[in-house]
Structures are given as structure tokens and as C-alpha cells.
């Protein structure tokens, strides 16, 4: 029996490695798994080492860092050594994407130093970077690793070299290093167990403490359930890591469906355990086929009856899915990514073959059914001009309210599509300039700005110095808006008491209403010209 033990960094979710410990597991070998710190938003000034890829999100009160590498305390690296000495795993393996590779590097050779276990690497950066990442390890995976885990555990029993499978890059003892070519996709998907959530094989370390089979409070693992339907997407965005999967696995069919039998399986399983949930669907599009969606949302209503959130595209929001979603009781959000719309970006730069007549259209879909809608959007990109930032916010504006929107600055990964076609643009606008752009994009959801209001706020010195002013407004609309989003899903999770909720709900809407139609708001902006007198009268005491 072969012993694996998977380290997840900052991430408690660790859905692919949960399947690698079920795949193990199921075929009679050992395996656990350590989520070594938790998912965690950092505000970006707070960040002391920052490096290029950190996923970059940006909030209405500024810039935070996703699932960022905060350090580790000295107790919890002893913490994890000492479980790996507990567990005397044949093999270690740690799951990387580009934003977590200084704490793999870090752990890796924290773990080389201190113990004689090999190391293993795979996700999406060592299968998009194997060249550099064999510098750190003896052995790494490229693509899906259930098979290739299989092949090891197999070789490992039988005291047999691992040097020929594929998938697998290793290390000789006289430092060469033999690449393998990739295997063809798995195709049945139904054949893999459900990600692994027993208690005996996870542990979780964060505040300076261990914990077996019981996440820390503050995780949504505790409330949230995350599911994938399907592996892979029908569109190769250039940013996007599928972007890359398509020409390493070129002529495959990369969108792979698990049956609703399989799903639903899984998903009664885990209400057994968990009781009541939010079940996050993570597949990439989830609206890509009419009969399967609305099966899915008859029998998840019939079967589990749980709230859902789910992704749609421009390009696969189509009413005929749509409806069906928004005919559930259980459905809770959706989330659309518009990602960009200037011809320059979405078609030039990220191959995204969508029209802002495809957004426009999809948006009026999704409010025709009173849905409650998250728009993605991408910014801070090269070559990216005033002009292309100009029609993000005409788009914004033009969309039918109520939504949000999501921003996320571009992360540029090594051997992406759109890495070898940039050609070493550089961003042409400051960043100070980017942050004036962010507020307005957020300001657009819930204010009605005129073409010369938005006029005035981009010509005005004084907004992009003082970015706070606008901070300030859009942080209150999104408080507000938060606290009644919260409201509905407790309501829905922890059956609250009704009638209260139900009036605190009226007052916030009310609130909201009264926000936008208080006397003088949309002139806020006309504030500009006090503010600049009296920055001119300070400089002058100066």
C-alpha cells in the first residue's frame, strides 16, 4: 500500500487534490490531506512581498490580494513536519498555481531540508512551467493527475521505477531529467469517487494550531459546498490556463461531463453530512445545454433543495437555459464574465469572440428574469488605452440594474496564449489613473451617470488624487448591498425567524433607494471645484 500525502497552500477548498486522496483511497492506498493555511483577502498595502502573478482583486474601498502567501509562523512549518513524520508518506505532493509558487518553493524546501520524503509538484503552473519547476523537485505532473497517482502507487508497491509514465517529468540520480509525453484525457468521469471530506484524512493548520477533519471557523467551508460538473471549457481565452490545456492536449475534446446520476450522488452524500449548504458550481460554463440544465434543476430542487450559484458566458446565455435557472427555487446568483468589450482587448488581445451587442443581450436575459447577477471584468492590461477603459464603463452603464460587478487585474502566467502574443507590452496607464477608472466602474452600479458627469470625473485632477472620494460612496452602496445579500442566504440556511427578515430586507432596499435619490447626489461630483480651491489655498500657506 502506498503512502501519499497532498499539502494544499492557502487554499482549504483544495478541490482537485480532494479527488487525488478519494482516487488513491478507492484503489486501496493511503492518502491525506494538509490545508497548510487558509484562504485569506489581503488589503494590498499590507502586503509585504509581493510578486508578479498574485491574483489581484479589486474591491470598492481598493486593491486586495487573494488567497495571499501570508507567512507562516515557525510553530505551524513544525506543526506540518511533524504530521509528514506521523504520516511517513512515500510521497509528498503539493499542488501549485503561479500565484502560490514562493510558498511552494518555500515548502518544499522546508520539507527537503528536514525530511528525506520526495516532493511531487502539479496544478496548473508546473504543467505550464515544468522547465523552471523541476528546479525545486525531484518529480512533477503535467495535466490531470488521478492516473498518474494510480501509476506511482502501483510502481511504488512493486519497488519499480517511475522514470516512464506519462505525465510524469522525474529527476535521475545523475540529474538529468526525463519528460514524459501526456496521456489522453480521461474521458469518464463518472469512474472517479467523489472528492474525499472524511475527517480521518484531512488536516487543517492555521493560527498556530492543528486540527483534524474540522476546518477553522472562520472558513466557508463550513457553510459552502463547492462541486465541479464537468472539467474543461468550450473557449481558450488567452489569459486562461484552458487556453494552454488546448494545445497541450491539441484535437481532444476538452469539455468532459460527469452524468446528473453521478452528481446528484455526490451532492446527497454530502447533505448527509453537512445538513444545510450553498452549493458553489464551479464548472466554467455551466449553461451550455438546455435538457441537462433543466433536469439538473428539477431534480437538485427535488432531490437536495439547497441554494446554488452558478457561471454563465455572453456567448452561452441563451433564454431558453436561462429560464430554467431562474424557474428554480433554489437558484441564488449567477455570474457573467465580460471580462472586456473594445474590440483592441476582448478580440486583439484575449481572443474572447464576443460583442458588446452579445453582453447587452445576455444582460437583458438575465434581468427579464429578475436575476441576481455578478459581472467579471478584467483591467490593467497591455496596451489597454483610455479609449478601451472608456467603453468598459459604457458598457457598465448601459447594463440594466441591479448588478455587481467583479474586478480582477490581469495576471500574466508563463507559457500562456496570451504571454507568447503580448509581446512585452507594457500597461500605458498609471496606476493612479487605473484607480479612478475602478471607482467609476463600481460607482455605475448603482448611480445613473450621464455622459457629462462621467466627463467631469475623468477630467478632474482631483478625483484621481484623492481617490478616497469616491471610495468612500461606493463602499457605503456595497455595505448595503452586502447585508441584504447576507440576509437572503441565512435566511434561506438558517430558517431565521421571517417576518423580521423580510422587514430588515424592506428597510435596506429602502435605504438603498434613498441613497440614490437624496438631494444632490448625482451632483456629488460637482464637489470637484471646492476641492480644488481649496488645494490651491493650501499650497499657497506652503
Given amino acids: 500500500m502506498a503512502r501519499f500525502v497532498f499539502i494544499s497552500l492557502y487554499d482549504e477548498y483544495a478541490l482537485g487534490m480532494r479527488s487525488l486522496v478519494a482516487t488513491l483511497k478507492k484503489a486501496g492506498h493511503f492518502a491525506a490531506l494538509i490545508c497548510f493555511k487558509s484562504y485569506n483577502q489581503t488589503p494590498l498595502p499590507l502586503v509585504k512581498e509581493y510578486y508578479e502573478g498574485m491574483h489581484i482583486q479589486v474591491h470598492p474601498s481598493g486593491d486586495y490580494v487573494n488567497a495571499h502567501s501570508y507567512p507562516a509562523t515557525s510553530l505551524e512549518d513544525d506543526l506540518l ?3 509528514l513524520r506521523i504520516l511517513k508518506p512515500d510521497m509528498v505532493g503539493i499542488g501549485l498555481t503561479f500565484s502560490q509558487q514562493v510558498a511552494g518553493q518555500r515548502i518544499t524546501a522546508l520539507i527537503r531540508k528536514n525530511l528525506a520524503f520526495p516532493v511531487i509538484w502539479g496544478g496548473s503552473h508546473p504543467t505550464s512551467d515544468p522547465e523552471l519547476c523541476m528546479e525545486y523537485v525531484d518529480f512533477l505532473c503535467r495535466g490531470e493527475a488521478e492516473d498518474v497517482l494510480l501509476d506511482m502507487a502501483g510502481r511504488l508497491d512493486q519497488g519499480q521505477s517511475l522514470s516512464d509514465i506519462p505525465n510524469l517529468w522525474t529527476r535521475q540520480p545523475d540529474g538529468t531529467i526525463v519528460k514524459n509525453p501526456v496521456r489522453p484525457l480521461r474521458k469518464d468521469l463518472d469512474s472517479l469517487p467523489f472528492a474525499d471530506y472524511s475527517r480521518e484524512s484531512i488536516f487543517f493548520i492555521d493560527q498556530n494550531e492543528l486540527r483534524t477533519g474540522v476546518p477553522f471557523p472562520q472558513t466557508r467551508l463550513n457553510d459552502c459546498y463547492m462541486i465541479l460538473m464537468a472539467r474543461g471549457c468550450p473557449f481558450a481565452c488567452s489569459y486562461c490556463y484552458e487556453s494552454y490545456l488546448k494545445d497541450l492536449y491539441k484535437g481532444q475534446k476538452t469539455v468532459r461531463e460527469r452524468s446528473l446520476d453521478h452528481v446528484l450522488q455526490e451532492l446527497k452524500q454530502i447533505k448527509e453530512q453537512m445538513g444545510h449548504f450553498y452549493l458553489e458550481i464551479v464548472d466554467d460554463v455551466f449553461t451550455l445545454n438546455e435538457s ?18 452558478c457561471h454563465t458566458h455572453p456567448r452561452c446565455c441563451q433564454e431558453n437555459v436561462i429560464r430554467h435557472i431562474a424557474a428554480s427555487p433554489n437558484f441564488g446568483y449567477i455570474i457573467m464574465g465580460i ?32 436575476m441576481q447577477v455578478n459581472y467579471d471584468l478584467i483591467t490593467n492590461i497591455p496596451g489597454e488605452t483610455e479609449q478601451d477603459l472608456r467603453e468598459n464603463l459604457d458598457i457598465l452603464r448601459a447594463l440594466p440594474k441591479p448588478f455587481r460587478i467583479r474586478i480582477s487585474k490581469l495576471a500574466i502566467f508563463p507559457n500562456y496564449r496570451i504571454e507568447t502574443e503580448s509581446g512585452g507590452k507594457a500597461q500605458q496607464i498609471s496606476d493612479a489613473r487605473y484607480g479612478l477608472w475602478h471607482s467609476l466602474f463600481f460607482l455605475a452600479q448603482d448611480v445613473d451617470l450621464t455622459d457629462k458627469q462621467v466627463d467631469v470625473l475623468l477630467e478632474s485632477p482631483c478625483f484621481e488624487d484623492y481617490p478616497e472620494i469616491l471610495q468612500k460612496i461606493n463602499t457605503l452602496f456595497e455595505n448595503r448591498w452586502e447585508e441584504l445579500t447576507t440576509l437572503k442566504v441565512n435566511n434561506r440556511l438558517l430558517s431565521v425567524d421571517r417576518d423580521a427578515a423580510l422587514k430588515r430586507e424592506e428597510d435596506l432596499k429602502e435605504e438603498m433607494a434613498r441613497l440614490k435619490g437624496r438631494k444632490g447626489f448625482k451632483e456629488f461630483i460637482w464637489l470637484h471645484d471646492k476641492a480644488e480651491n481649496a488645494k490651491k489655498r493650501i499650497i499657497k500657506l506652503f
Fill in 81 to 83: 513536519l511533524n504530521r
Fill in 292 to 309: 441537462r440544465v433543466a433536469e439538473f434543476c428539477r431534480r437538485y430542487h427535488e432531490e437536495i433543495n439547497e441554494p446554488f450559484w
Fill in 339 to 370: 471580462e472586456a468589450v473594445s474590440r483592441n482587448i476582448c478580440q486583439n488581445v484575449f481572443h474572447r469572440e464576443q460583442t458588446p451587442e452579445m453582453i447587452l443581450k445576455a444582460a437583458g436575459i438575465l434581468n427579464k428574469y429578475r
